[in-house]
């Protein structure tokens, strides 16, 4: 059973940073990819950014040149570095691994960190 735990989240003012921390229960090199995906009040769930085990890194449009993943494989951690946080970046923060089974697809998800920016 995979397990994945979020921490760091809190109240920021806007401008500020924050980092985000996601402990995995596996070996990282188990998961295709490992990411951050976020959901605000009243929204769907949307991607934030992912890292790709093989090498590789992905963000959303909104986050480019503010946010960056990243990964300590030795740890099994997740990280994201968050600056210059906007009162639209709010939402709870979910960390995601996904595996490839053959044809089947499986993402785990943590139960998420509230991050409120907010002066």
């Known amino acids: 059973q995979v397990q994945l735990v979020e921490s760091g989240g809190g109240l920021v003012q806007p401008g500020g940073s924050l980092r985000l921390s996601c402990a995995a229960s596996g070996s990282l090199f188990s998961f295709v990819a490992t990411g951050w995906y976020r959901q605000a009040p009243g929204k769907e769930r949307e991607l934030v950014a992912t890292?790709?085990?093989?090498?590789?890194?992905n963000y959303a449009d909104s986050v480019k040149g503010r946010f960056t993943i990243s990964r300590d494989n030795a740890k099994n951690m997740v990280y994201l570095q968050m600056s210059s946080l906007k009162p639209e970046d709010t939402a709870v923060y979910y960390c995601?691994?996904?595996?490839?089974?053959?044809?089947?697809?499986?993402?785990?998800w943590g139960k998420g960190t509230l991050v409120t920016v907010s002066s």
């Open positions: 995601n691994a996904r595996r490839f089974g053959g044809a089947i697809t499986m993402d785990y």
């Open positions: 890292s790709a085990t093989r090498g590789g890194t």
